[in-house]
C-alpha cells in the first residue's frame, strides 16, 4: 500500500476549554467523513455518552457542541503526514508537521489539563511540543489508552476506567 500525505482536521474548539484532548492523525474513515473519531468501532464517542451523556445516535455537529459544553477542545498532534491507511504505525516519521496546539496553548492559557488518545498521541507531541511549552509548567498530561479499535489489549471498561479518571477529576 502507498502512502499518502494526509491533512488532519480543524480543532472543535469554544469559549474558553479547560481540557485539550489530542489523537495523533485520523483514521481514514474520519478523514473521509471530516469528522473525528468516525469509525463505527472507535469508543470515542460511547465514552463520551458514558462520561458526559453525550448520546452517540445525535448528529457530529450536536455531540461536537456537548463536548465543547463540557470544556473540552478536541485536535490532533499531527496537522500533515504520510502515511498508508490508518494505522499509527504506518505513519512516517521523517514526514510529520504538527498543528499550532503551543499556539493555542498561548491563546487558551486556561487549559490546565492535555489528555493523549493513545501512544502516538503522546509521543509525537513529546518528540515536537513538549520542548515549546517549558514556560506552561501548570499543565498536566494524561495518556488514555487509544480509543481505536486497533488497539484491544484492555477491555473496554478497563479503558472508560483511565479515561473517567482523566476527565472527570
Known amino acids: 500500500m502507498l502512502s499518502e500525505l494526509l491533512t488532519g482536521l480543524t480543532p472543535v474548539l469554544g469559549a474558553r476549554p479547560r481540557i485539550l484532548l489530542l489523537g495523533s492523525m485520523p483514521g481514514a474513515a474520519s478523514l473521509l467523513e471530516q469528522r473525528y473519531y468516525a469509525h463505527p468501532r472507535n469508543l470515542f ?46 505513519i512516517k516519521k521523517s514526514s510529520v508537521i504538527c498543528n499550532a496546539i503551543p499556539q493555542l496553548l498561548d491563546a487558551e492559557p486556561q487549559i490546565l489539563k492535555i489528555c493523549f488518545n493513545g501512544a502516538k498521541a503522546a509521543e ?45 477529576e
Not at 464517542?45 to 445525535?58: D, G, H, R, S, V
Not at 455531540?63 to 498532534?77: E, K, T
Open 124 to 168: 509525537e507531541f513529546k518528540r515536537h511540543l513538549l520542548p515549546l511549552l517549558k514556560h506552561r509548567t501548570d499543565i498536566e498530561y494524561f495518556q488514555l489508552p487509544s480509543s481505536s479499535p486497533a488497539h484491544a489489549s484492555q477491555s473496554k471498561e478497563q479503558k472508560l476506567e483511565l479515561w473517567a479518571k482523566a476527565l472527570l
Open 45 to 90: 464517542w460511547p465514552f463520551m455518552q458514558q462520561l458526559f451523556a453525550i448520546p452517540t445516535e445525535l448528529d457530529y455537529q450536536q455531540r461536537c457542541q456537548l463536548l465543547i459544553g463540557q470544556g473540552i477542545a478536541l485536535w490532533d498532534v499531527i496537522a500533515h503526514c504520510e502515511r498508508a491507511g490508518s494505522l499509527d504505525s504506518a
